[in-house]
């Protein structure tokens, strides 16, 4: 059955309740829904439902494309003057001798280690140091620049840029525009974990707050440039936290049009100041996939982090509203490692990559950081069937 008689079904199902039968006829007619009904899905709305909700909005929007992209990441430091108490990372948890500070041509070093594969993009994200400074990261990205002129830079996140912004006196409109010049292509979506300041206060006290997080990124889209967000979920914050973080991004995409994905982010609780906390479901997972796709309405993309989430949950959650699944890594990044994430060494080629979405029925693109196609590998068979296939889920037929 298709994505519409799927939701027209549900539309004549009597025993669905008024509220839940009302919000899934604004999804039907494609109406926004509000924070009262955000929380009611989260409250009230089971699996099945939400599901059929949100891969209504993902198939109107990209019918069976899958996105990935090539990347890779590099970590400058694991050492960070914040303690954020969900953080693998942090100083108070991490002696210092197992930390790392790579220099200027370390990294470079990295970014030329690739020379020769057909990456697109580098992410650079870690722990925030003095030392790390404006002056440093504008020359890091010219570097770049100068040595690879086509490989997109998705670099650090406001809780960065604000620190370093303050310690050099620069407004943030200024400091933006100065990253962009020093060859900075776009933002990545993370410091966001929860906005409201109850749970924010309790998780990630001194980092820069909401407004600020907020304002870094309108300042950034005002360039004209793009950006994306995330949400930390399943720790110590309740739905109404996760409904008010998603409308404060709902209401500056509105005013700016710059974000291009939302990335949830499930809490993992490995090695952290948190570990006391329990993990949340891969039932739960999902259904926060589906309220994120059906509640930010002008967001073009929903992302799952393959790398933290495990590749079987990756897959599921291309059925609940996710029309992405992030990057090839190889193993370049260790901030979930480091908090327990599924895959330990996180790595999948493209053939692997590829093979995994179409085992469920979706169709797999390549694109670039700004979603441009680089290749459409929906006819294209590989020689041989890559040998990690078994160790995820492979529907004997095509069932959807
Ligand atoms: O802000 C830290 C999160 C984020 C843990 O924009 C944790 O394409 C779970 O934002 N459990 C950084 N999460 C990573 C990030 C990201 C990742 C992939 C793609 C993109 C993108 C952005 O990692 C941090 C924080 O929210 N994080 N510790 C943990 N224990
Ligand atoms: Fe530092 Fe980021 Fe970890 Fe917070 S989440 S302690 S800011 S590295």
Not at 59 to 85: A, Q, S
Not at 170 to 184: C, E, I, N, R, W
Not at 319 to 325: A, L, M, Q, Y
Request: glycine share 6%; hydrophobic share 35%; with cysteine.
């Amino acid at each position: 059955m298709d994505a519409e008689k799927k939701l027209t079904f549900l539309l004549e199902n009597k025993r669905l309740g008024n509220e839940l039968q009302t919000i899934a006829s604004k999804v039907y007619h494609g109406e926004r829904i509000s924070e009262e009904d955000g929380v009611l899905l989260y409250e009230r709305g089971d699996l099945g439902y939400l599901g059929v909700l949100a891969n209504f909005i993902r198939e109107k929007r990209h019918g069976d494309i899958t996105y990935f992209n090539r990347n890779f990441h590099i970590e400058p430091t694991n050492l960070c003057v914040y303690d954020c108490k969900f953080c693998s990372y942090s100083r108070l948890i991490k002696q210092r001798e197992d930390g790392w500070e790579a220099t200027m041509d370390e990294m470079l070093d990295q970014i030329k280690s690739y020379d020769n594969e057909p990456v697109t993009e580098v992410h650079i994200v870690g722990g925030v140091l003095p030392q790390y400074d404006m002056p440093f990261y504008m020359e890091l990205f010219t570097a770049i620049k100068r040595h690879r002129p086509n490989l997109h830079v998705k670099a650090l996140t406001p809780v960065e840029y604000h620190y370093i912004f303050k310690k050099a006196k620069v407004d943030y409109a200024t400091g933006m525009a100065m990253m962009k010049d020093a060859g900075l292509d776009s933002m990545p979506g993370g410091g966001a974990e929860i906005f409201h300041p109850e749970v924010r206060e309790q998780i990630a006290k001194d980092k820069c707050n909401a407004e600020q997080w907020l304002q870094i990124h309108e300042a950034w889209h005002k360039l004209g440039m793009h950006s994306n967000a995330t949400m930390l979920y399943g720790h110590i914050e309740g739905y109404w936290h996760r409904i008010d973080h998603m409308e404060r991004l709902r209401e500056l995409q509105d005013k700016t049009g710059g974000f291009q994905a939302f990335i949830p982010l499930k809490f993992r609780n490995m090695d952290n100041q948190m570990s006391h906390i329990s993990e949340s479901t891969v039932i739960e997972d999902l259904r926060n996939y589906a309220i994120s796709r059906i509640y930010l309405d002008n967001f073009p993309h929903i992302k799952a982090y393959w790398a933290m989430i495990s590749r079987e949950t990756a897959q599921l959650a291309l059925g609940f509203g996710v029309d992405d699944i992030d990057g090839t890594l190889d193993d370049t990044t260790k901030i979930y490692s480091m908090a327990g994430a599924e895959e330990q060494h996180p790595a999948m080629s493209t053939q692997e990559l590829v093979e995994l979405i179409k085992h469920v029925g979706r169709h797999p693109i390549e694109r670039d950081t700004l979603y441009n196609i680089i290749t459409d590998y929906n006819e294209i068979v590989f020689q041989e069937e890559s040998t990690k296939q078994s160790t995820y889920y492979q529907l004997p037929v095509v069932n959807k």
